[in-house]
């Protein structure tokens, strides 16, 4: 018995990157996590856009500082719709209402050459304005012009002049325009082939008044 050969224990040995198993399992992990990454990124169809950062209304002057990035996935739409990387016109100005958080359509954002509204001071009945905000969606009522036979003392009517005008600006407390005068300055957004007519019956005596349209039609018509 003492002449058998005595069999010897063999050692673990330490794995090293020498080891063609612990090289392919390295390797089929990385082709794991590559697939994985381009598999969502094939779904994954988002596109950085343009959204309004706060309330931009027509006429108003824009740049990138007044929009915010969002990713959506918008499909058939998305070329409507003006991207991150899309340039923006010289000068460019809004040619519609947009809230906070809307996307920006393309033709929404045009080269001032082609715009056609205009920004309107004008005095407004302090009582019209409490309910206002910028971006309001207004019906602008001014005071029918008298007849020469008419007397001072008949009360004043309203007539409406420019409908689905927007409110630009408002004035932080009730004050004439300039200091004088009644009525509070107010700035408004109107197509241009009204400004004259609008101007003309800006009256310290005799403000106009700005009357809030339905959220149903300020939405169809933004």
Known sequence: MSDLPTR??????????????????????????????????AVDERVGMWAAKH????????????????????????????????????GAIMDRLLEPGELVPKAA????????????????????????????????YVPERAG???????????TPLVERATVSSLPEASRGVMGSGSGSSAVIVVPEDQVADLLSYDQKDTPVKLVLESSSERKDDA
Not at 67 to 85: H, N, W
């Open 55 to 90: 309330t931009l209304t027509p006429g108003h002057a824009v740049s990138e500082e007044d929009f915010v990035r969002v990713d959506v996935q918008l499909g058939e739409s998305a070329p409507d719709y003006l991207r991150v990387d899309d340039r923006l016109p010289n």
């Open 8 to 41: 010897t224990a063999r050692r673990l040995v330490k794995p090293s990157w020498k080891d063609a198993r612990l090289v392919v399992g390295v390797l089929l992990v990385l082709l794991a996590v590559v697939i994985g990454s381009l598999a969502f990124s």
């Open 109 to 140: 954002v045009i080269d001032p050459t082609d715009k056609r509204v205009r920004e309107v001071p004008v005095r407004v009945d302090a009582i019209y304005l409490s309910n206002l905000a910028v971006g309001s969606r207004v019906t602008v």
């Open 148 to 158: 020469e036979d008419e007397s001072s003392d008949e009360p004043i009517t309203y």
